[in-house]
Every structure is written in C-alpha cells, then in structure tokens.
C-alpha cells in the first residue's frame, strides 16, 4: 500500500519560531491589540480590557485565545475588570462556536509559566479549544499530526460575522 503525505504548511512557521525564538518581534498579543488590521492578526473580538484571537497554531479547528489587553503573566496580576472581561469573552466565544460549529464540548484553561506548556509564558491568555466526540484518532497519537478541516480566514469570516449580527454591528 502506498504511504499518503499530510501537508500541513501553515505549521512550519511555528516549527520555525520555535527552535529559534526571536525576541525582537514581542509579545504577539500586544501587537495584535495595537495594531488595527483584525482579519490579519484574527482578532476576533474585541473588549475594553480584554481580546480574542484564532490560535495560528490550534489543537483543532476554532481553538481561540483569549486574553486581558493588558501584558500581564499571573492571574493575581489581573484586576476584577480584566478578569471578568476575558471570562466575560471566554463565555461568549464558547457561545459563538457552539453556534457557528456545534462541537459536542469544550476544553477552556490557561497554562500558567512555560513548564506548564505556556509558549507566551509573559501574556497571560486562556484557550477555549472545541471538542467533538471522536476528535482524538491515530493522527496525533502516531505521527504528531493535528488535522485542522477548516482555514483560519474561513473561521475568522464565521465568526466575526456571528459575533457583529449578535452585537447588532
């Protein structure tokens, strides 16, 4: 039987940063919030003390991160504004894809410093990561492989057209 290939060619970049990380480009996140070009950055969403974006890198497909505006690493950093606008986010978001990708759960946390698996260890962000039943098969197991099915332009467009016919923009 011939082996089939699995191309994956947006994760090279990550492969890329990862074994050689470069301190001039910063916090992404804090780029993202400063920067106004949204379907670029995959911000998804906006708030006053907190900002949601696609993970380039996801666990599956709609894996966001959402995170306070401001670059803080610790949770007993964050003030209640801060705190209750990014769990404020993380429920409308779970919401969100709920209706625009009907994922059977959910997988919502944060990785608190790099030994437990943060990769923007000074940013504090949380993941919301959809989950369907059977959605872990032989792909990551065997051959450290995510199988992402949608773009993250085409889920950016989804949800941010949701999220602006909720929002009444």
């Excluded at 920067?35 to 380039?56: I, T």
């Excluded at 959402?66 to 986010?89: F, S, V, Y």
């Excluded at 492989?145 to 941010?160: D, G, W």
């Amino acid at each position: 039987m011939p082996q089939e290939q699995l191309w994956a060619p947006w994760r090279l970049p990550y492969i890329v940063s990862a074994k050689r990380p470069k301190a001039e480009d910063g916090c992404f996140l804090c780029r993202y919030r400063d920067e106004q070009d949204d379907a670029s950055n995959l911000v998804v969403l906006r708030g006053e003390r907190s900002l949601a974006v696609l993970n380039r890198f996801p666990y599956n497909n709609g894996h966001l991160l959402i995170a306070p505006t401001a670059h803080k690493a610790g949770l007993d950093e964050l003030d209640d504004a801060e705190l209750l606008g990014c769990m404020r986010q993380v429920t409308q978001l779970v919401s969100a894809l709920q209706k625009v990708l009907g994922p059977d759960g959910f997988n919502v946390g944060l990785n608190l410093g790099r030994a437990a698996g943060a990769g923007l260890p000074g940013h504090l962000h949380w993941h919301v990561v959809p989950r369907w039943s059977g959605d872990t098969n032989f792909m990551p197991v065997l051959a450290d492989v995510n199988v992402i099915p949608q773009s993250l332009a085409a889920l950016h467009e989804l949800l941010t057209v949701h999220l602006r016919s909720r929002n009444g923009s």
